[in-house]
């Protein structure tokens, strides 16, 4: 498990994200971009009819139920790169919330605004963005405000521009870039202007909860998930 | 400020002198006139309203509308219907505008490509002469956008900027095969719990030419009036547009048994009750005389 060092600890602390270079690479990378867009290419059809009938977003999609249909979707989840990270933030007590498979299409505005997801009231709750493809300034890039999750900033509101966002850092990146951020930081999804789609992960995890993801939760991958790790980490044991 | 019902439909029985379309909630038979509006609006101290035209698009269509406006100038502005298809929209907009009291134009599909990562070209949509007229001759359009149209919305509007937009009934774009009428013949609209809207159609408060109905609640709540389970959906429009970019409506007839229209005067003070008296007013009638220009009364 690759710690975080305490020039990242102090960055978290301070500024509530780090960045992994190259966090997924090699064939690691060639794998979840394979699957990724074998699965984005399945799933478009049946998510343009929910479109339809008003039953999905049609700004963006995601590949339902990931982790059932391809092991690497599974295998990032505990990434060398940034798992030690997560785990060393959640005081070694971390659970998986979820995972989103992105596909965010170009569109004169963003598919969000500025918005924490979380209160301070909430556990630790913590999103790694990982982009599949290379993600260029103003295709939909990561944005988030530095320092924002900390309970003494703002208060922030939220612009009609994503630009305008006072103090805030975008993050454009290489396929294969992991983002880690406090939820409770404001973020968002900038612009795309270009014509390419942004394809990323996001994976919501939290520090554990009694009872916040019960063992059914993710019982469909409970093969997959032999150490006692993977299963704390999958809630798989209750 | 004046209090302005900024959406709803008038209509009298279908005759030779004013043909319309019929069907099972309007049948021929069925009348909602003008005067009984004005009934409503006299005694819950309403003073202008929108009329906006239903039961056909052909010119023909329009003279039951077209006469509530010559008889009450100073009360009504109208929006008219085009014909799906019109082989020449402009002539049939310029038509039912020369005058007329008809300001703009409603309709719900755009006809460009179904998928968002189709390459857009906005002169290739069906709905683009119509957009362009209006720009020319300044017409509001009037939206009700059919889920899979929603994401054609930001690249008309970015090639058109000019034109007045006002989005019908709370910004919802209604997905195909969820639309009913209920017990009390009105239009019922089934949507998901999560709000979809917030990623397609709230999004456009960036453009300072878009806008927004307060109504149609009893449409898309869960709950009887007054809809507090849209209290959210609400405040999510208030943040985004502002106090200054939208716009109550009753919806008129459809309301009539149930809430009632005198209740439905109040609706935005049950689901917005931190808005100051300003704020109100706006929503209640100044944006629309200001976006819409309403005649002084």
Redesign the interface.
């Given at each position: 498990m690759i710690l975080p060092t305490p020039e990242q600890k102090a960055q978290w602390e301070e500024k509530g994200y780090l960045v992994f270079e190259n966090a997924i690479q090699g064939e690691d990378l060639k794998r979840l971009q394979t699957a990724f867009d074998y699965w984005a290419d399945a799933c478009k059809a049946e998510w343009?009819d929910r479109?339809?009938?008003?039953?999905?977003?049609?700004?963006?999609y995601d590949i339902p139920n990931p982790l059932e249909k391809d092991p690497i979707f599974i295998d990032i989840i505990d990434y060398p790169s940034y798992y030690g990270a997560l785990m060393a933030f959640t005081d070694h007590d971390l659970i998986l919330l979820g995972p989103q498979v992105r596909t965010v299409?170009?569109?004169?505005?963003?598919?969000?605004?500025w918005h924490p997801d979380v209160g301070q009231s909430n556990p630790l709750h913590i999103k790694v963005q990982i982009y599949v493809n290379d993600v260029e300034p103003g295709s939909g890039e990561f944005g988030f405000v530095p320092g924002s999750h900390k309970p003494d900033a703002g208060p922030y509101t939220?612009p009609?521009?994503q630009e305008s966002m006072p103090g805030h850092k975008t993050f454009p990146g290489k396929a294969g870039t992991a983002i880690m951020f406090n939820s409770c930081g404001w973020h968002v999804s900038m612009d795309n202007h270009s014509?390419t789609?942004r394809k990323s992960i996001i994976l919501i995890y939290e520090k554990r909860t009694p009872g916040r993801i019960g063992p059914g939760q993710f019982a469909s991958i409970s093969d997959y998930c032999q150490t006692p790790e993977r299963r704390k980490l999958f809630s798989l044991d209750g | 400020m004046p209090r302005i019902d900024a959406h709803l439909h008038v209509f009298t029985k279908a005759s030779a002198e004013f043909p319309r379309e019929i069907s099972d909630v309007w049948p021929a038979d069925r009348e909602e006139p003008v005067e009984k509006l004005l009934g409503e609006m006299e005694k819950h101290q309403i003073d202008q309203a929108v009329l906006v035209q239903m039961a056909g698009a052909s010119i023909a269509n329009h003279r039951y509308l077209l006469q509530c406006l010559r008889e009450y100038p100073n009360r009504f502005l109208g929006i008219g219907l085009v014909p799906e298809g019109h082989p020449n929209p402009a002539d049939h907009m310029a038509e039912l505008t020369d005058n007329t009291g008809i300001i703009g134009f409603r309709f719900s599909t755009f006809g460009g490509p179904r998928d968002i990562f189709a390459k857009m070209d906005v002169r290739e949509f069906s709905a683009y002469p119509i957009w362009k007229c209006a720009a020319e001759r300044d017409y509001v359009l009037w939206l009700y956008p059919n889920a899979i149209n929603a994401h054609l919305l930001p690249y008309l509007i970015q090639a058109f900027p000019q034109v007045r937009i006002v989005l019908n009934h709370l910004a919802v774009c209604p997905g195909n095969g969820k639309f009913s009428w209920d017990a009390f013949g009105r239009p019922q609209v089934q949507v998901t719990g999560y709000n979809l809207f917030m990623h397609t159609t709230y999004r456009l408060a960036r453009f300072e030419n878009v806008n927004v109905h307060l109504s149609g609640q009893y449409a898309f709540s869960g709950e009887e009036f007054p809809y507090k389970d849209l209290a959210g959906w609400h405040h999510g429009l208030l943040s985004g547009f502002g106090a200054k970019r939208l716009m109550w409506a009753t919806d008129f007839p459809w309301i009539l048994e149930e809430p009632g229209y005198g209740k439905l005067t109040t609706v935005i003070e049950e689901l917005l009750p931190n808005l100051s008296e300003a704020e109100l007013a706006d929503i209640m009638g100044g944006n629309a005389k200001r976006i819409l220009r309403f005649p002084a009364l």
């Open positions: 343009l479109v339809e009938a008003g039953e999905s977003v049609a700004t963006f299409a170009p569109w004169p505005v963003s598919y969000t605004g939220r009609m521009r014509d789609p | -």
